[in-house]
T-cell receptor
Framework: DQQVKQNSPSLSVQEGRISILNCDYT??????FLWYKKYPAEGPTFLIS?????DKNEDGRFTVFLNKSAKHLSLHIVPSQPGDSAVYFC???????????FGTGTRLKVLA | DAGVIQSPRHEVTEMGQEVTLRCKPI?????LFWYRQTMMRGLELLIY????????DSGMPEDRFSAKMPNASFSTLKIQPSEPRDSAVYFC????????????FGSGTQLSVL
């Protein structure tokens, strides 16, 4: 049973436009959410996080939005760059456990 | 810092053989995680340790899988006997007490069981 779902396996966006990656979760105990980025043949690297006390967190070109009632979060990348082409994983945890559950990932391709 | 170090990078073995994957976490990190990446399930948490003690192994698929952390600088994931469906990329990650949410991943071990 997937507690964290990324329903779009892939996404293509033109350079300079906005990329929106979506993630849904089912466990209402989750209160901390993360996004990781993964290039081929490398391990995932931390991108941005958000706790359930916020509905938005911004870091440069990356913004994460959290909608707790819908159990949905999204990652916005503006403007998208070719170097952003990678697989993006969202993850969630109950902060009391630090047990991070990851989704299946979305492959983003930014076209020059 | 060298980061999380995993070995081997690639492992090809035959069904029924024992496989041992190794991980050296970043010094000072007190949490260690083992994940498996597959197309169908994404990054799947297998087991995690805190201060060398296993906290949750509910993700370990079967008794064929076992993990140990004999000290703060070394962990192993063992599969015995291995099966073709175990083929995947296995990642080890560690995190620091002050930044729990920031997992540092190794480069992974690509396991192929023929």
């Amino acid at each position: 049973d997937q507690q964290v779902k990324q329903n779009s396996p892939s996404l293509s966006v033109q350079e300079g436009r906005i990329s929106i990656l979506n993630c849904d979760y089912t466990n209402s105990m989750f209160d901390y959410f993360l996004w990781y980025k993964k290039y081929p043949a490398e391990g995932p690297t931390f991108l941005i996080s958000i706790s359930s006390i916020k509905d938005k967190n911004e870091d440069g070109r990356f913004t994460v939005f959290l909608n707790k009632s819908a159990k949905h979060l999204s990652l916005h990348i503006v403007p998208s760059q070719p170097g952003d082409s990678a697989v993006y994983f969202c993850a969630a945890s109950d902060s009391g456990t630090y047990k991070y559950i990851f989704g299946t990932g979305t492959r983003l391709k930014v076209l020059a | 810092d060298a980061g999380v170090i995993q070995s081997p990078r690639h492992e090809v073995t035959e069904m029924g053989q024992e496989v041992t994957l190794r991980c050296k976490p970043i010094s000072g990190h007190d949490y260690l995680f083992w994940y498996r990446q597959t197309m169908m399930r994404g990054l799947e948490l297998l087991i995690y340790f805190n201060n060398n003690v296993p906290i949750d192994d509910s993700g370990m698929p079967e008794d064929r899988f076992s993990a140990k952390m004999p000290n703060a600088s070394f962990s192993t994931l063992k599969i015995q006997p291995s099966e073709p469906r175990d083929s995947a990329v296995y990642f080890c990650a560690s995190s620091h007490p002050d930044r729990r949410e920031k997992l540092f991943f190794g480069s992974g071990t690509q396991l192929s069981v023929l």
